[in-house]
């Protein structure tokens, strides 16, 4: 006695958990539009219901048995054609309410997909870079271009649900009007299936979706690694080996998607199969009891015209809600994405600026180590930059360059000390930081320059280039600016792709420029002849550049060569005015 009672409380303990993480998922505008689409599967379950209680008068009058009230009712107009200009105006409306009830889901299933998608990307962009760096860039594609879409497929599976739920009520109402007893036994049977679908399928499902998560982070991870190390696969010869492992995750997805796809349809081909072999029982009962099979068409008819519409409507609701049940991992998945990034959320990343009567940037006795790493990467620093001037940073790799970068434009925050951004002019200072590894849109050369700064000025972007020794690659493109640079600028080498980047720092028109490593892949004359551009041409900007040329040094009003101490921490170890 107590398996029926734990049935009913796990299908209670499914539906609430539904219900929340739906309540969760979906923000007010898409509840609107829920409602929206639900009024109309109100008026489409309606007009169904009419025209299945329509069936049987229409039925029995072209039999020549028309019941008496009804020929009353229309009082000597042509019963039959005025019950076929019932009927086509009921599948009329029926017609118009499934159009719009169809192309209102369609829009609340966009709606939803989109908001989710741009609602994660908002997040990610908003990151403190700590938060950033602690994912594989693979799990943001993931979650952006697969996690998201499955989830938001559970806004129409919703419909679908509301939909099914609201036709099975109407057309039960009818059956109870028509014949209680056939109306019960179908409910019997409704109830049965679920509670079988429940048990043998729904924890099938949540552990294949599980199994499918986890696969699918595979194949992604696995996928970018592979794509990144192309170059040293190709040289090793390891094809076959990354391959191997990228089909092994791609069976285990295989494997699991096939079971979620399967495992919904069992309910649907279980109904089928029932409802059918009801309906030719009734049919060969019928004909054993030798009862004439006029006084059962008008019945079987409306039989068949009900089932027609309910059999969709059971199946729907119970392979809808088991896609459901197996949805709410990506769901939670995602809402869990939403709180991560909600919680590491930096408006703004950046210095506050400080008045004073004499421009600076310095770094006081800071200190700094990651998360991950408890030992600093550098301890009671001080640095000062006078502006406008020219500070160079050298040392080995692991020394904290980068990181002393960060600091400067207000990436990385300090445990200790503090980062000043001194400035007497009114406006705060304009930084520009140019990274070791710089990303390129799949856009024109212009597109490159601007990256959004502004509307696109034709002078300033010619001579930002011009800046950036750029001027003799523009002038052998036949669309000149306008040339695309193709994916992250695979159609420029190396160091015109860091040329290009530089650019685009100094289209902005900088006070405090940060160049890390970003001259490291041009010959030490094209160095030289960019570096010189850059000061002459703009005197009054302050620049902090990494390099481990020394003749770049000559650029330089002031060298920190930094070096690990014997514990392994940054250290200053020489300043050179």
Request: glycine letters at 6%.
């Amino acid at each position: 006695m107590t398996k029926p009672a734990a049935t009913k409380s796990l299908l209670l303990a499914d539906a609430q958990s539904l219900t929340n993480v739906l309540r969760e998922f979906l923000d007010p505008q898409h509840k609107r539009l829920l409602l929206w689409v639900s009024l109309w599967a109100a008026a489409l379950s309606l007009v169904e219901m009419l025209v299945a209680v329509a069936v049987v008068p229409y039925v029995q009058c072209v039999g020549g048995n028309c019941p008496a009230a009804l020929v009353k009712m229309v009082d000597g107009w042509p019963i039959t054609l005025v019950l076929s200009g019932f009927l086509f105006l009921l599948i009329t409306l029926k017609f118009v309410a499934q159009g719009l009830l169809t192309w209102t889901t369609s829009n609340f299933h966009q709606k939803v997909q989109r908001d989710t998608v741009s609602r994660l990307l908002q997040g990610y962009l908003h990151l403190d870079w700590a938060s950033f760096q602690s994912q594989h860039r693979a799990h943001y594609l993931r979650r952006c271009f697969t996690t998201a879409i499955d989830a938001s497929y559970v806004s129409q599976q919703a419909v679908t649900l509301i939909s099914s739920t609201l036709m099975l009520l109407f057309l039960t109402a009818v059956l109870l009007w028509h014949d209680a007893f056939v109306a019960f036994g179908l409910g019997v049977c409704m109830l049965l299936l679920g509670i079988g679908s429940q048990q043998l399928i729904g924890r099938a499902q949540n552990k294949y979706a599980h199994e499918r998560e986890i696969a699918t982070q595979r194949w992604n991870i696995g996928l970018a690694e592979c794509l990144g190390s192309f170059r040293e696969i190709r040289v090793y010869g390891l094809e076959r080996f990354f391959l191997d492992q990228l089909d092994r995750a791609l069976d285990s997805v295989a494997h699991s998607n096939r079971r979620l796809s399967f495992l919904p349809n069992l309910p649907r081909m279980v109904l089928e199969f029932g409802l059918f072999a009801v309906l030719l029982t009734l049919i060969s009962v019928w004909v054993v009891l030798e009862r004439p099979i006029a006084e059962l068409l008008p019945q079987i008819i409306f039989y068949a015209f009900v089932v027609r519409a309910l059999m969709p409507a059971m199946i729907n609701l119970l392979s809808t809600r088991a896609v459901l049940a197996g949805s709410i991992v990506n769901i939670e998945l995602i809402l869990q994405e939403f709180n991560w990034a909600a919680a590491r959320q930096t408006k703004r990343i950046g210095i506050d600026a400080v008045p004073a009567k004499q421009s600076f940037f310095a770094l006081e006795n800071v200190t700094f180590h990651h998360v991950s790493d408890k030992r600093p990467v550098v301890e009671n620093m001080n640095v000062r930059l006078s502006h406008p001037s020219w500070l160079a940073l050298t040392g080995p790799s692991g020394v904290g360059k980068s990181t002393v970068m960060e600091l400067l434009c207000g990436i990385h925050t300090p445990q200790s000390g503090r980062v000043v951004h001194a400035w007497a002019g009114g406006a705060p200072p304009r930084i520009a930081y140019l990274p070791q590894q710089v990303a390129l849109l799949d856009g024109s050369i212009a597109d490159n320059v601007v990256f959004g700064f502004d509307g696109g000025d034709a002078a300033k972007i010619d001579q930002a280039l011009a800046l950036a020794c750029l001027t003799h690659l523009v002038s052998m493109q036949p669309e000149g600016i306008n040339a695309r640079v193709g994916a992250d600028g695979a159609q420029l080498s190396g160091g015109e792709r860091q040329r290009l980047a530089l650019a685009r720092a100094l289209y902005r028109n900088p006070d405090l420029l940060l160049l890390d490593e970003a001259t490291s892949g041009l010959d030490e004359a094209t160095e030289t002849q960019v570096l010189s551009a850059v000061k002459q041409a703009r005197p009054a900007m302050s620049v902090v550049f990494v390099t481990h040329r020394h003749a770049c040094l000559r650029f330089a009003d002031q060298v920190i060569a930094l070096a690990m101490d014997r514990s392994g921490k940054g250290a200053v170890q020489e300043v050179r005015p």
